[in-house]
């Protein structure tokens, strides 16, 4: 659950406030590619692949995963379909995935986010957007998506914890 009292962001040009007395339930979880899971097709950044094992292994009372997992990645889709053959596993985690190569935008475009939203019928406000630039961050908090910068695995862990993802 997220606990937050009021959130800033921009949806279809307009800028509003939300005022949320309760919690945030965060059902989505959104990881880029690069910088994050991957140096590159071939060489995955194990503290980035951790993570991920770590928040897909979360389970509610029933034994049911709490979250979907969704790749929003600027990579082509050339360099995704061998990073997919050469490890499936990884991919297998992810239940959706939005490239520019299928959509024709690439972050920080909001159009790219949107059509990630679009979709797959999230709400902005149900997910956690990891990467390693501040841009996309950026753009995907002007749309409601809560963002985490990615630029030390230890932090992004902390966030996590924080907003009870991972125990």
Known sequence: ??????????????LALLSLSSTM?????IFDLGGVLFKGPFHPIKQGITLLQQCHQQRDN??????????????????FNRMSQR???I???????????KVGY??????????????YNLNPQHCIFIDDSQANISAAQQLGITGILCKDFNVVADQLKKLNILK
């Open 62 to 79: 029933n034994g049911k995963r709490v979250h979907k997992f969704y790749i929003l990645s600027n990579w082509s889709t050339r360099a």
């Open 1 to 14: 659950m997220i606990t937050l009292k009021s959130k800033l962001f921009l949806y279809g040009g307009i």
């Open 87 to 89: 490890f499936p596993d």
């Open 25 to 29: 339930h965060c059902e989505h979880i």
């Open 91 to 101: 991919v297998a985690l992810f239940d959706g995935v939005v490239l520019p190569g």
């Open 106 to 119: 690439a972050k920080p475009k909001k159009e790219i986010y949107m059509h990630l939203i679009q979709s």
